[in-house]
């Protein structure tokens, strides 16, 4: 759940989402949930040209499967706050594994 | 926020492959794709599914010009990056070429 809450503090900044097939999509993080689905709003793509399947559309929903990468702006990112969120998860996860 | 004692003696033990990641954590990784694709960049974030979040990225893609028999390499740089976990093939400390 650690990337579902990152997102969530993601929630109105504006990234770009580079999908599998290679198109790239930037908006404004609406939404997000457990399996990384993402709602875009106001999007633009980032080849037009190449690109022109989404000139008439303004919001998008994103399977998270075919996601690649979430680029996002660095400054509104936390990195102390992650690595330590990061870390605990790591503990959660091995206390749910382990235990025997 | 400072760490238990307890927490420190967890932190420090190392038994399954993800630990090796943790020991990376806020250092500079070399990850390999699928899509023949590279990136280094510092690792702030990781999780069981290999989902990442890095910072100062440079991603390397492999291009094959079929026709010219060249391989072409394509650099992007990023300032702060998620990557999805299910394209991660391997994480790794960066060896420089």
């Not at chain 1, 770009?16 to 290679?22: G, Q, R, T």
């Not at chain 2, 033990?13 to 990641?21: A, G, H, T």
């Not at chain 2, 492999?62 to 010219?68: E, F, N, S």
């Not at chain 2, 990056?81 to 391997?90: E, H, M, N, S, T």
């Amino acid at each position: 759940m650690l990337f579902f809450s990152f997102f969530k503090t993601l929630i109105d900044e504006q990234v770009i989402v580079e999908l599998k097939n290679d198109m790239s999509i930037r908006g404004t993080l609406k939404s997000v949930d457990q399996f990384l689905n993402i709602k875009l709003d106001n999007i633009s793509v980032v080849d037009e040209v190449k690109y022109p399947h989404l000139s008439a559309v303004k919001n998008v929903f994103i399977r998270g499967s075919v996601v690649r990468y979430v680029h996002l702006p660095a400054a509104v990112v936390d990195t102390t706050l992650l690595e330590d969120a990061t870390r605990k998860e790591a503990a959660a996860q091995a206390s749910k594994m382990g235990g025997r | 926020m400072a760490d238990t004692s307890a927490d420190q003696l967890d932190n420090a033990i190392v038994s399954e492959p993800l630990d090796l990641v943790r020991l990376s954590l806020n250092e500079r990784v070399f990850v390999k794709l699928k899509g023949d694709r590279e990136i280094r960049g510092r690792l702030h974030a990781y999780d069981s599914h290999c989902n990442l979040v890095l910072s100062d990225v440079e991603e390397t893609v492999y291009v094959m010009d079929d026709d010219l028999e060249d391989l072409k390499t394509i650099k992007k740089q990023s300032e702060m990056l998620f990557v999805r976990g299910d394209a991660v093939v391997l994480i790794s400390p960066p060896s420089q070429s």
